[in-house]
């Protein structure tokens, strides 16, 4: 699904999968790797996760640990 946002169209990630779908091989590669180079750039350092990791184990807010539990998933596999 296209839709208007100011002077841009805004995809919808299904969308955009459609798309890519119907790419040749040779540029799913290029989007593929496009991906994992930004996954790559999301991971957070060891030193991040060890001060999330600390942060998480000293909190006794059970919302806080959770929400500090996705942050390290997310950081850790570039997510």
Not at 21 to 44: D, G, N, W
Not at 70 to 76: K, T
Request: no cysteine.
């Amino acid at each position: 699904m296209n839709s208007k946002f100011g002077d841009y169209f805004v995809m919808t990630a299904k969308a955009v999968i459609e798309e890519i779908k119907h790419l040749p091989r040779a540029e799913q590669s290029r989007v593929i790797q496009f991906a994992f180079e930004l996954a790559r750039e999301r991971q957070l350092s060891g030193d991040k996760l060890s001060d999330l990791a600390q942060k998480m184990t000293d909190s006794g807010n059970p919302a806080e640990v959770q929400k500090l539990r996705e942050e390290i998933h997310r950081g850790f596999y570039g997510e």
